[in-house]
């Protein structure tokens, strides 16, 4: 099976970086899409960032140029290196999984395997 969990989330300032990592602990199957999602309180769950098995990686628009997403499929690990971080970032921070190449891979429902998250919180 697979097993998420997310670490690397903590409390920073406006204009501090952070750095994510989600591991699959139970690599059993082949994660070829996995994806970053946010989700603040009383908001909607919000699509980050998505990287593919083979490193292609897409953006949502603000948080593009900030935030930058990696992996390492030998570890079964993917990364979210945060940068220029802004009190609207602040929200707790989801890894994603599917074992399919998705098209639609900013929807949160086409995701299988999802972490418990971890939180960010950022201070003016």
């Known amino acids: 099976q697979v097993h998420l969990v997310e670490s690397g989330g903590g409390l920073v300032q406006v204009g501090d970086s952070l750095n994510l990592t989600c591991t699959n602990s139970?690599?059993?199957?082949?994660?070829?899409?996995m994806a970053w999602f946010r989700q603040a309180p009383g908001k909607e769950r919000e699509f980050l960032a998505a990287?593919?098995?083979?490193?292609?990686?897409s953006y949502a628009d603000s948080v593009k140029g900030r935030f930058t997403a990696s992996g390492d499929n030998a570890k079964s690990t993917v990364y979210l290196q945060m940068s220029s971080l802004k009190p609207d970032d602040t929200a707790v921070y989801y890894c994603a999984a599917s074992a399919a190449v998705l098209g639609d891979y900013r929807s949160d429902h086409r995701y299988n395997y999802w972490g418990p998250g971890t939180q960010v919180t950022v201070t003016s």
């Open positions: 990287i593919s098995w083979w490193g292609s990686t």
């Open positions: 139970e690599p059993t199957v082949t994660l070829y899409t």
